[in-house]
């Protein structure tokens, strides 16, 4: 009822291989873009970009970069809040040395400086697997977030360790900075998003991305048929990270706009992001953007039925939130360990057949 | 279904948005996490202080002061988002209770014309109002209460330091990191030595720190701590047996939540204070009558009177005097967040002035000007008495050293105006 397919023929391989095989998922594909681009900037006030969806945009770039790492090539990290803090003071360092070139050309940079990083603390991972390999970026993790804090020129030397994104425009737009109005900060991190994106999806569904499962599924196997572990890790650290640190650029000049190394880029957003991809299903595109949805929109989410209808004290709604959110969680691991993307699969399923299931 | 849940959500989002009327002076407060213990009592003090205008005065001027609350957690995202939800509202000025916040702030706040007051946090030198138009940040800041400490010591040790060892035990964040080079400038000017020891948010865990202090045998330590991470240093002061009288707390290190699990051991400990303590002023007159008789005492009014709730208290008699001159200077009673900055400006809180509010000699006179943000920067020190269980204040109010502040302020805010691309006001 929901899908009609009939009529649906596909003639061509291409046809066949595409992202979204289905014409009304595809439609709702277009529908869903040309929303996002046209008409969510035109409504968008400052607290919604600010509260709701910028850091969801964000955490959404960050939770595929991690899912690249995790999901597509099975190497379980903890330290993307270090490398998200590479992306930030990257982009603070660029950004204040190099007023002049263009903060779109930053923030690639600043990715790619991350991405240098990310193959550096990636190199472990050639002899390390599994819990041993979380702990090496983990370490990875605390020695980022005390480097920025220990070595005052990552921080221009300020009193406080705090950097503090300066204005910079796009197209005479101010998108860093105070003045930055609510629409131009949405704008960017969509843009940024939808590339990375698609070039993540076609990316996974390429040549890489087939060695990046090989070796998920079973390295000593991958090797056997002629996947190099070498790259195919070391690329999948390399593209992770060049994700992580943008989505760590935005969230540092964009959305943030300052930053303490130790407060914005702790243990907790590695956590965060694990669970983000956790939640919302490892190795799958969409499962990173209902991961990052169900933990950056929940809790605002929550927080405004208790406090702002109800009338909750903002204490005990702080507390049930968190409970509320936890056992969710759980809940969800529970019903479906493949998280938030497979329960959409199995909805789609469903709907295809709906209303006369076999 | 899925319909019905978006307009749900939508709703719950609009719900957020509360409508226009009286003075809105947002409570962007904490009261879970780490800091929780120290954020509930301030959030208390500030709340109960204008429950009582509302209800001795009906207000300021005639205008009911709404306070809504926001939890923060002291984290700078959610203080964003708190930012966001209520500047809508009309708020008139915040005080977020966090230096990371401010820090996010400032710049925010004078894009949207919001007076921000952060007293004793934030930006030092957010002092100097030629550059930082829109935040106030008297009676005193983390400079001033570096130089008061280290005049203490002076007085302490008949007007010489030098050859002395002075440890700074900090929070390693923007909050912690603010003294040191004032604490710098003044080991070189007094000649002692200076070292500093970062301790990671949020604090539980400084048992290495500690390790070196007890090597490394300093005379006096100061600290720069917040909520768990004070208890925990004092506690590990006193199990390496470091004389507490040699202890001394910033503002923020000296309430009674972070002496109390210490128990006897943290008797003697000092620390710094821009405000009385204690119920002994006749404001708690009022508001026993107006606001805890009643029932209506933020969370039954359990820490009246403690460090925190005074303090909290007091900002909001700040805040409260700003507005009054606000809406002396506009000539109306509904005023905007512009013309509460000019009340700012022009706030004058003399001695007699605290008396009449029932709070005699609770703080320093404040006096601030385009120039001046940060009143004269007075601090006082007191001190634990772990067998009475109680705050006693042992030095009167002390200048700090302005010869050696004021060129760090006009160095640190110029260096802030060149990056911002600020004109200098005044």
């Not at chain 1, 969230?251 to 919302?280: P, Q, R």
């Not at chain 1, 959110?325 to 699969?345: D, S, Y």
């Not at chain 2, 007191?382 to 009167?396: F, H, P, V």
Request: glycine share 10%; with cysteine; charged share 15%.
């Amino acid at each position: 009822m929901f899908y009609r397919e009939a009529g649906d023929f596909k003639t061509t391989y291409r046809d066949d291989g595409q992202t979204f095989p289905i014409r009304l998922d595809r439609w709702g594909y277009y529908v869903i873009l040309a929303a996002a681009f046209l008409v969510v900037p035109i409504y968008i006030d400052a607290y919604w970009a600010n509260a709701v969806l910028v850091p969801f945009l964000i955490y959404a770039i960050a939770a595929l970069g991690l899912n690249v790492l995790t999901g597509y090539a099975g190497q379980v990290s903890l330290g993307t809040g270090g490398f998200m803090a590479v992306g930030a003071y990257a982009v603070y360092k660029l950004m204040t040395s190099f007023p002049e070139v263009s903060i779109v050309i930053h923030i690639l940079l600043a990715g790619g400086i991350t991405a240098a990083v990310g193959v550096l603390f990636g190199l472990p991972s050639l002899r390390i697997k599994g819990f041993y390999l979380a702990v090496a970026t983990l370490a990875a993790q605390f020695f980022l977030v005390w480097l920025f804090n220990k070595v005052p020129w990552f921080y221009n030397y300020s009193a406080s360790g705090q950097i503090t994104a300066p204005t910079r425009r796009v197209f005479g737009y101010a998108v860093t900075g105070p003045t930055t109005s609510a629409p131009a900060k949405y704008l960017i991190c969509l843009c940024f998003l939808f590339v990375l994106a698609w070039a993540v999806r076609n990316l996974t569904r390429g040549t890489l991305g087939r060695k990046w499962m090989a070796i998920r599924d079973m390295d000593i196997a991958a090797e056997i048929i002629g996947v190099n572990p070498l790259t195919a890790k070391l690329s999948a650290f390399a593209v992770s990270s060049f994700l992580i640190g943008i989505a760590g650029a935005l969230l540092f000049a964009v959305y943030l706009g300052a930053a303490d190394a130790n407060e914005a880029f702790g243990i907790n957003k590695s956590f965060l992001v694990l669970f983000m991809i956790i939640i919302g299903g490892l190795g799958s595109i969409f499962g990173s953007f209902a991961g990052a949805a169900f933990l950056v929109l929940l809790p605002v989410l929550l927080k405004n039925i208790l406090v702002g209808s109800f009338g909750w004290p903002t204490n005990l709604a702080a507390h049930i939130e968190l409970m509320i959110v936890g056992a969710l969680i759980v809940f969800f691991l529970i019903v479906e360990p493949h998280g938030l993307a497979r329960l959409w699969q199995l909805t789609k399923e469903k709907l295809r057949l709906w209303p006369f299931p076999h | 279904m899925k319909l019905k849940f978006t307009t749900l959500a939508a709703g719950a989002f609009m719900a957020a948005a509360p409508a226009m009327a009286d003075l809105v002076v947002p409570n962007l407060s904490y009261r879970t996490g780490p800091y929780g213990a120290n954020g509930t009592q301030y959030a208390d003090g500030f709340n109960d202080y204008f429950t009582l205008l509302n209800e001795r005065d009906g207000g300021i001027g005639g205008e009911t002061i709404r306070v809504p609350e926001c939890e923060t957690a002291y984290n700078t995202e959610k203080g964003v988002e708190c930012y966001e939800a209520t500047k809508g509202g009309g708020a008139l000025v915040y005080n977020p209770l966090s230096t990371g916040i401010t820090y996010q702030l400032i710049p925010k706040a004078a894009a949207d014309q919001i007076p921000l007051y952060t007293p004793g946090y934030g930006r030092t030198s957010a002092k100097n109002g030629a550059v930082f138009e829109w935040v106030f940040n008297a009676p005193a800041n983390y400079w001033d209460g570096a130089s008061v400490a280290v005049k203490y010591l002076l007085d302490e040790n008949g007007g010489d330091l030098s050859g002395k060892k002075i440890a700074l035990v900090y929070h390693n964040s923007a909050y912690g990191k603010e003294p040191i080079r004032t604490l710098e400038e003044l080991a070189e000017k007094h000649g002692f030595t200076f070292s500093a020891l970062p301790i990671d948010p949020p604090g539980q865990e400084q048992k290495s720190q500690w390790l070196q202090t007890r090597r490394d045998r300093p005379d006096y330590v100061l600290m720069w701590g917040w909520g768990v991470m004070n208890q925990t240093a004092i506690q590990e002061a006193a199990n390496i047996r470091f004389p507490m009288e040699n202890f001394i707390g910033t503002y923020w290190s000296g309430s009674e939540v972070d002496v109390q699990p210490v128990g006897a051991a943290a008797n003697g400990y000092k620390a710094l204070t821009f405000h009385g303590v204690g119920m002994d002023y006749p404001i708690y007159d009022d508001m026993k009558q107006y606001v805890i008789d009643p029932g209506k005492a933020s969370q039954g009014g359990q820490f009246v009177g403690s460090v925190l709730y005074s303090r909290g208290m007091y900002a909001a008699v700040v805040i409260a005097e700003a507005i009054a001159k606000a809406q002396e200077l506009a000539g109306t009673s509904q005023i905007t967040p512009a013309q509460l900055r000019d009340g700012f400006e022009a706030l004058e809180i003399s001695a007699e002035r605290l008396e009449e509010l029932g709070l005699p000699d609770f703080g320093p006179a404040i006096t601030m000007s385009c120039e001046n943000h940060g009143g004269s920067g007075m601090a006082r020190v007191q001190q634990w008495d772990a067998t009475e269980r109680k705050w006693t204040l042992i030095t009167d109010f002390t200048e700090p050293d302005q010869d050696v502040l004021g060129p760090l302020i006009a160095e640190d805010s110029e260096a802030y105006a060149k990056e911002a691309g600020i004109e200098p006001r005044c």
